[in-house]
Structures are given as C-alpha cells and as structure tokens.
DNA sequence: CATACCGTAGACACCGGTTTCTACACCTGC
DNA sequence: GCAGGTGTAGAAACCGGTGTCTACGGTATG
C-alpha cells in the first residue's frame, strides 16, 4: 500500500502527467516501487532480480524483502522489449483434439518447459490462410520458435508465403519449426521433424501382403481438393509394397477420403454398396479405422474372421478397440520434443525423419475362405 | 529486400544514437522507420495502424505502403507495456492428452479466438504446486484470463494462495477462472463454470438402479492423497441415488482408484480376485470404464450380459467401444467456450453450473441370473 | 477583418525493465 | 601519502508503441 510515485521531488515539475491519478486503487508495482522501499535505485532491484551482477548480500535481502512485501510481479512485456527472449514457443495445430495432435501438443509441452519456455496453443482448422494469420501473429509475439504440426498445403502461392515467415523468423532470431510435413526448400531457414510416413504404410501393406491378402482396400487417399502430404506419403508407400510383392493392386480399391471417422464410415459403406471383393481394409488413419470398422459390423461382416483391418497413427485407443487395431506406430510424443529441442539448440541438425513402425494386435489375419462378396 | 532504414534525412540529427550500426543484418522494422520512409511520424503510423484517429486518406495510403515494402510487424511488448490489453488468455489444466481436457481446451480456443484472443497453454501433471507457479507466470504476462480445468486441491495453504491470485489478477484488470472446479469463497473475485458432476453421477446410478441393479460396484472414488472435488461429488451422487431408491450400498463395493485407464484395470482385477459380489460397475470416468471393461473380459465376464458397465464423461471413443459405453455426458467444449465468455464479459453471471446427462447405449442391461460369483 | 473552429499532424513524455557508463568508498602496494 | 584496483551502486538512455498536448493551414462566423 505504498504510493506508487516517490514525491521526494519538488512540486515544481511534479504531478504534470500523472495518468496514476485517476483509478484509487489500481497499484500495479513496479520495479521503481520496490527498489524504493528498499532503499535502493531501480538498477540495483533489477540486478538482483537476474542475478547476474554482484551485489552486496545485505542489499539483495532488502530488496527480495521489499519485493515480497509487496507482491511484486516482473513485467514480461517490458522485460522483451528492452531486448530479452520472450521465452515462448508457438504452437500450430489443425485442432486440439485430433487424438495423435494432443501427444504431438504434450510432447511439445513437455520440452518447452525443460527448457524453460512457455507455450502457446493456435488451431487452424486445416484452413491455410488462418494458419498464415496465426503464424503473422506469433511474429508479433515474438516467438522464440513456431511450430507447424500437420501435413501443410502444396499451394504455391501459400509456399511462397510460408517461406517469406521462414525468412522473417530468421532473421528477427526466431526459428519456424515445420512438424510432420515436407521441407519448404533448401534456402528456406526451417527446421523439418518429419516421421516415416511412407515406410509405415510400406509396413504396413508388405504385412498385409504377407498375411496372403491380395485386395487391400485403401481407405483415405488423397482427394482432390486435399494434397496432404501426408496422404500422398501414405499412398506411396501402399503402392511401393505392392510393387515390391510383384502384386497389381485394384485402383478402385484406394478410396480418397478425408481422415475423420465419418469419413471412414461412408467410404466403406459405399464400397460395400458397390460390392467391391476385398479381404483387407487399409485405413489411412486409425480415426479412419474406427468408421470402418462400424461399417463393416454394421454390414455383418466380421472383423477380423472375415474381413482384416489396419489403421495408422496408434492412438491410445487402438488397443481397446474390438478387437484391438493392428496399426503403425507414429512417435507423436517425441515428435513435438524433437520440434522444440531443435528450434532451440541450433547447433543439431535440422532436419531429421523419425521412424515408424508397426504394431501387431488382433485386427488383421490371413483371409479365410469367406472374402467379402 | 528494400532497405529498412530510410537515409533522406540528413546527417544532422542522424545515427548520434544507434545501436543499430552494429550487426549489419539485425533488421528489425519499427514503427519509426515506417514513418521516415513515409514521410510522416511516428504518431501519425500509430494512429493508421488503431484507425481510432482521423488521418487523410493520402497519408494513410503513404504509410500503408510503407509498412508493406518494410514487412512492418508490430511489437506486441511494446503495445502491451504502454497499457493495452495483451489479448492473451491463459489455460490452465493437468494434461493435454486428457480426452475431455482436449475438448475443454477446443471450446477455449474457439471462444478466444472468437474474442480476439490468442491463447496460452500450461500443463500441470496435477501437480498443486507447479499449478500455482504457472499461475504466477501467468500473472507476468498480464494474461486478459487465467482458465484453471480440473478438479483443485483443497489444501488449504493452496486454497489460501490461489485466493491471493485471484485478489491481484482482479486488482490488474484480470480474472481467475475455475472450470470444472467450485469456488474458492464468496469474497474471492473468480469466475466458476461449473457442471454437475453429483447430479450426472445420480442420474447415472438411479439409472442402474431402476434396470434392477442392487450391488453396484463404484470404481474411482478418493482415495486418501487425492481428494479432488470432482470425485467426491461423483461419489455423492451414487450415495444419494441409492438413498432415494432405499437401497443401501456395500462400502466394500466403492473403490478408492485415480482416473486412469491402468487404475480400472487393476481395482477390476482386485475386486475379482476378492470374490465381491456386483451386477454393475459405474466406472467414475470414461478411461476408468475402458480399464474395467478390459479386466472384466480377460476374467471371461461379458458386458452386458453377465455384468453391465457404466461410464462417466463420454469421452468421443465411448460410442467406439464393444460394447458401446453408457455414460454421462458432460459438456465440455460448452465448459471452455462459457469460461472464456464469462471472463472476458463481466457483466455477466459470474457463476453457472452447466448440466450433464446420461446417454444410453449398449453397455447396461438388467441383471440377468448368471451374477458375478 | 478578426476570431473561432475543424481537420490533420508532430513533439514529447510515458509504460517498466535492462544496460552502459560513471562514481564513490575502501583496500592494497610502493 | 598517493596511484591503482576492486566491489558496489546510481543516473540516464533505450527498447517500440501510445496518449496528450500543441500547432498550423484553411474555412466558417460575427
């Protein structure tokens, strides 16, 4: 409760502009109002607030006394402006409760605070131009890092636009941070934490193939409005696998759909309607997975007597699920600490893919008799 | 790549004060380069960029470009320290991989965007302790909002400094927020947004109840190191249910277990091994049921038929389970979104409980005569 | 013709820490 | 007894916007 302003001064160049004046009892204290109390001038509070210039241990107990007598709360804003890191990280996601984009969120979390920073949260709901907007105002901000999860468009003019961050965050000592999507290019300053996307679906598919299925449908290709990287990726390597066997694969059996449980639903319901001969289901994601997986029951079909079923990402349902997903691994967790640890240490290397792997629950097994149709 | 520094001025007045001349490429643009390559001042760029001034449309059309070539980008440190709102709003909860916290924190997100907001995310692990350090660094950012999620502690030492908190972010123009969690006092300016946890937990129960159910196993009630509000009202549903109907319950049937899937598990497989008597078990969240249901099948018993199983929270896998999990609804996007809305409009009710509901699905049944044991 | 007012724009202090440069007291050494 | 060093502390400029007060050209008014 003490006067906010010293009035040692004489009157003469005093209360001019006091805008304090107005609100009684807005007391917001500053680093002035300690080093008062104290005794002491506003450099000494300061020093000893970052404790990186000596000062006398009598001072320093004074100060720290005055501090918590009255409760006083450093002010981040002024502190960035004269020059010092905002210690935040920003973070970039589709949406908060896309299952695997928590982990990535947790992981990113997790390593923030290791490395004292904290953290803020924006969702684009996959819409490019808010991911723009959201990342012009992480530059306001300040970031020390900005982290883009998901797979990015392959749009030229939003390319174009995402390198000229990547340039600006450069060069103002901020870094963007490129999660699980594609570098942007060779001179563009990014750092890239992708994982294997194709070597999963590879796996993934040779296991099927393995198994002696030989029509996998694949639900969850590209559609033409949506060139995710990542579904191209998935893709590929569903096809490479089958190059690999020697065996053609059905183009009517890789179903473009958006990566939703809905979508999986209405893909294979439709793909039954249509009487399509499979033996395996190949969903591109594991939300994917779930709405197949309802289809099929739905339809009578068992699963996996009569049909086979694999998803991708192993979220932590995958398990649980009736019967338990046979599905790729995605070190989402790891993914966002990998972002975070390389933004900040920029002496590691810049650009690293982690891998994948599959996991084997009771979801798939070899085709009986009773294929589909 | 236009040079940022306008040099028409003369070299009267110039560079007698600038740190700049030393990296030659640390090219941050401020609003007073703006101006100079305007041909305006500084005021002059700060009143185009507010709009809240009258400036000639030349002008503004001058400096509109200017900021353009220069790539301007404002410094929200420096808006925020000269006594604007930081339009942040901070959340605050125990972890983001929580499947109702992910949606808690959607409807934070949507509603501060929907607000202007940009959006702060700390973790806690449950953490009493680390809650209340984040709060304090909340409280350096001068945060619009600070949104807590999650049953709190009732410590009272704790109970005494989030009081404190909420006493200096209300004197700073601020608010504490407590979402999922009941007040701290009447005298303590907070914003609640409640939902009711007893009246789901007793709708849920009388449920059971009225489908026959007469030994209900309760599984995640406190146990002595975590007290959590959220618990205990869940608890006190299930009593009071049974009073209505006039059926006593087995305390030896209510179980002490956290909130995991992995505590379902194992106080399931305990009560089995123990040889307790129960037609029903009402699982105090939806992860805790996925644990039970786990353990009861590998025990052979089925759901539903020989044992139903009850949820709470309806978690968006709930309907994906075999069988499809009955349980409470809670509304969570609704909890984050009304948080958010309260805070920032203040002449609203500063304190609501949002209701629950239960939503049936496969899971229950009435007893049948095959009884546990 | 002088005064009043309107629209527009600049000067300058200020927000609250940080940093550089300077100052002073005290001690050591010759 | 004086030069030089060391430990500690303060004054003032600065970071980059914003608010307030003043100023100036031009038109409307008495």
């Known amino acids: ?84 890191s905002t210690k935040m990280v920003a973070f970039v996601l589709d949406d908060v409760t896309g299952p695997s984009f928590a982990y990535v969120a947790k992981g990113v979390e997790q390593q923030a605070t290791a490395e004292g920073r904290l ?14 907007a959201v990342v012009e105002a992480m530059r306001e901000q300040r970031a020390d890092a900005v982290i ?15 390198s000229h961050f990547a340039h600006a965050l450069d060069k103002a000592g901020s870094r963007l941070v490129l999660c699980g999507r594609p570098p942007l290019g060779d001179d563009v300053p990014t750092t890239v934490v992708e994982y294997d996307n194709e070597g999963g679906a590879y796996a993934m598919t040779s296991h099927l193939l393995s198994q002696g299925h030989r029509r996998i449908a694949l639900v969850g290709a590209s559609t033409p409005d949506d060139l995710s990287t990542t579904k191209l990726d998935r893709v590929r390597g569903f096809e490479r696998a089958h190059e690999s066997f020697g065996v053609p694969y059905d183009p009517d059996l890789v179903i473009p759909a958006y990566f939703g449980r809905a979508d999986g639903y209405a893909a294979t319901r439709r793909l039954i309607a249509l009487g399509a001969e499979f033996t395996a289901v190949f969903a591109a994601t594991d939300m994917v997975a779930i709405g197949v997986l309802a289809a099929l029951r739905e339809a009578g079909i068992r699963v996996p007597e009569d049909v086979s079923l694999a998803g991708y990402d192993d979220i932590p349902f995958a398990a649980d699920l009736t019967p338990a997903l046979t599905t790729v691994h995605v070190p989402t ?24 792997h599959i996991v084997v629950r009771d979801s798939v097994r070899p085709p009986g008799r009773n294929m589909v149709r």
Chains 1, 2 share one sequence.
């Open 119 to 132: 953290c803020m949260v924006c969702t684009t709901h996959g819409d490019p131009a808010r991911e723009l």
């Open 148 to 162: 883009l999860v998901g797979g990015g468009s392959l749009d030229d003019t939003y390319r174009e636009r995402m």
């Open 333 to 356: 967790e790891e993914l966002g600490r990998t972002a975070v640890r390389l933004a900040l240490n920029r002496e590691e290397r810049q650009h690293v893919v982690l891998g994948t």
């Open 1 to 84: 409760m003490l006067s906010p302003v010293d009035h040692r001064e004489g009157p003469d160049l005093s209360r001019r502009v006091s805008p304090r004046e107005a609100g009684a009892d807005d007391e917001r204290v500053t680093i002035r109002d300690v080093a008062a109390r104290a005794g002491v001038s506003a450099t000494t509070v300061s020093r000893v607030i970052k404790g990186d210039y000596p000062v006398a241990q009598s001072t320093r107990t004074r100060v720290l006394r005055a501090m918590r007598e009255l409760d006083y709360v450093l002010n981040v804003h002024a502190r960035a402006l004269s020059g010092a």
